[in-house]
């Protein structure tokens, strides 16, 4: 009797092993239209990356047209901007390749939008972002600039720095012509339908009160952007209700974790560490996320804002776990990213790991807008 319980267990055992080694068989629920996956280089503009397919959805949905936006003349636009803030607040600010969402939404209501096909960003005969020296001689100009060694600045550091970033990355387009039209940046976006006010972006953190706003005080939140403060469950159900709706939603999360993983297309939340590398390629119970663990995982630095993806669909796994489907931008190339390019957030992912959402404010349950007074 005994060993027959034991062989019972035993089979239990086995069983539940070979469970949780179980390959991953995914079923999409819902799969936004999207542009292709491309990818951002060697530069740390994941931001303008992301936000820009984020706008090329939107304009899909908006007008039927898929357009090809330029992502390099948001960031043409954005870094004197970034060099301001350095210069004038003499060096205690932060200057970097990154950024947010609402840095994308701040260019495009000030320059417009333009297409890729009138400004790269690449020059002569380049066919890859690369802005290492880029990011470097910028960086030694603006110390420079807070060093101050004439003892007295003068006003040409402005056009010092438009003069690098035209020498490295091209020079503002004023018209261009696009299927035939002839455009400006501000009649381009008219075009696109996109209403950058439109846009609000949404975090959940217990050290504001929920539904205000407030300053996310993250390093790549360098042009100081506000953000609306909801509970956990309420940031959540803001991204099924947008994609439920058609509408996708631009993502800011931690992927340093090492149970992110883009060449084996998942990023999840393993109950016990001791599953964390093989949860990448099988099934295994994930950790339950709550508002307090969210909050101590980022203030003990353990969550931290490093990427900005673009989130255009739903799945399930063979257990009916969810997933989102999230648009990364870092290439397809399948002996390095699985799925195409994108990676399938596991629901426990996303509630830990997401700083925050950007979506159209139609896109977000009325319940939740009514009470941040949207």
Not at 48 to 56: A, G, W, Y
Not at 322 to 342: E, L, M
Request: proline share 4%; net charge negative.
């Amino acid at each position: 009797m005994i060993k027959k319980v034991l062989l019972s267990l035993g089979i239990v055992f086995l069983s539940s092993t070979a469970m949780g080694q179980e390959p991953y068989k995914f079923t999409e629920i819902i799969d936004l239209e999207a542009t292709p996956v491309i990818s951002q280089g060697r530069t740390g503009t994941c931001w303008s990356f992301s936000s820009t397919s984020f706008l090329e959805s939107e304009i899909i949905r908006l007008t039927g047209k898929q357009i090809d936006l330029s992502e390099m003349y948001t960031v043409r636009n954005t870094y004197p901007k970034k060099a301001e803030n350095f210069v004038m607040r003499q060096g205690k600010a932060q200057f970097s390749e990154g950024g947010l969402a609402h840095d994308v939404l701040n260019s495009v209501a000030e320059y417009g939008l333009v297409p890729n096909e009138a400004f790269s960003g690449l020059m002569g005969d380049e066919t890859r972002h690369n802005h290492a020296e880029l990011s470097a001689v910028l960086r030694s100009m603006v110390e420079t600039y807070v060093d101050n060694p004439g003892r007295k600045l003068s006003k040409k550091w402005r056009k010092a720095i438009d003069a690098v970033l035209s020498a490295y990355i091209g020079s503002n387009p004023s018209t261009f012509t696009y299927e035939g039209k002839t455009y400006t940046p501000q009649s381009f976006l008219e075009m696109t339908k996109i209403v950058p006010e439109d846009y609000v972006s949404i975090t959940s953190f217990t050290q504001a009160p929920f539904y205000s706003e407030f300053i996310l005080n993250i390093p790549d939140n360098w042009s100081y952007g506000s953000f609306y403060n909801v509970p956990l469950d309420e940031m959540m159900g803001a991204i099924d209700y947008a994609l439920e709706n058609g509408y996708t939603v631009e993502l800011d999360c931690d992927v340093s974790e090492r149970t992110f993983s883009s060449k084996d297309g998942v990023a999840v939340i393993p109950l016990l560490s001791e599953n964390n590398k093989k949860a990448l390629q099988g099934v295994y119970p994930e950790k339950s996320i709550t508002q307090e663990y969210r909050q101590d995982e980022f203030e003990n630095f353990t969550t931290t804002d490093d990427h900005l993806m673009h989130i255009t669909g739903t799945l399930v796994d063979q257990n009916g776990t969810k997933y989102y489907k999230v648009k990364n931008s870092w290439g397809s190339d399948a002996s390095r990213n699985a799925n195409g390019g994108y990676v399938y957030f596991s629901e426990s992912y996303m509630r830990l790991k997401a700083i925050s959402i950007t979506l159209h404010k139609d896109a977000i349950p009325k319940s939740t807008a009514k009470k941040l007074n949207l």
